[in-house]
């Protein structure tokens, strides 16, 4: 008996660490890669993460979760990017990165989240004339995100800021948009609803202190210091998670040396 126990022992072990083997052999190099981009984002080095998730993309195009994490770090890096030229490249890398995770799994609201905030942030670079002829397609993928989860709190910002963006337009840019580049969607756009997508954002994603600072400049810009100051010293005061969240922090410092 005591000889049958030690043999079950010894094949319990061998089986324990068989299952281990398999679970290490399973882990392929993109998984590796994509968990050390993770702790890089995490720990707000984008440029290490970015590099971490392009290493995933390497080892396997099709990887979805590479991609659309691939697509944020690039936006990250590039929203503050002081070089014009590099900045511009690194929105379109995370544009194209981003389409090829909406092609992979289109009936998620992540990747096309991603490329609504590539393209929008890519946007804001240029003068208006060529912002509004990327309007259509942040608005596009932007909804689509919406239409998949209706509280996705990036996708609802974007809404928030293509609304404000627009209306900040001059009169005269907004009708040309309208009667000679098919952009009769720009007739929708309103404060009212750049208000209340971006108050649903901080809604549902309340401690990320850029959908306060978007918030707060919707408000300046609509007459309502008050609400503004409160955004602005959330942003100020609030918790440091994101890469940027620093500059977002400065900006909102700035703003409130204003008022």
Do not use: C
């Amino acid at each position: 008996m005591r000889t049958t126990g030690l043999v079950l022992v010894a094949v319990a072990l061998a089986l324990g660490k068989s299952k281990a083997q398999d679970t290490t052999r399973q882990a392929s190099p993109a998984q590796s890669n994509i968990a050390l981009g993770d702790s890089l984002y995490a720990a707000r080095n984008a440029q290490a993460a970015l590099a971490d998730y392009e290493a995933a993309i390497s080892a396997d195009s099709m990887n979805y979760e590479a991609l659309w994490k691939a697509a944020r770090s690039a936006v990250d890096l590039a929203e503050f990017d002081t070089d014009q030229p590099h900045r511009i490249g690194l929105y379109k890398q995370a544009s194209a990165y981003a389409r090829r995770a909406v092609a992979i799994h289109p009936d998620s609201a992540t990747p096309h989240f991603h490329l609504a905030r590539a393209l929008g942030r890519e946007a804001l670079t240029y003068g208006p004339g060529t912002r509004v002829k990327y309007a259509k397609d942040v608005r596009s993928e932007a909804l689509a995100a919406l239409a998949i989860d209706s509280t996705n709190p990036g996708a609802l910002h974007v809404m928030g800021v293509w609304n404000a963006e627009i209306m900040r337009l001059s009169g005269f840019s907004r009708f040309m948009a309208r009667n000679f580049l098919g952009g009769g969607i720009f007739s929708q756009a309103s404060w009212p609803n750049a208000i209340d997508f971006m108050e649903t954002s901080v809604k549902y994603d309340p401690n990320r202190i850029v959908h306060h600072l978007d918030l707060g400049k919707i408000y300046q810009d609509t007459g309502d210091k008050a609400k503004a100051r409160t955004e602005y010293e959330f942003v100020v005061n609030g918790p440091v998670t994101d890469y940027n969240d620093p500059h977002y922090q400065e900006e909102a410092r700035a703003r409130l040396a204003k008022f």
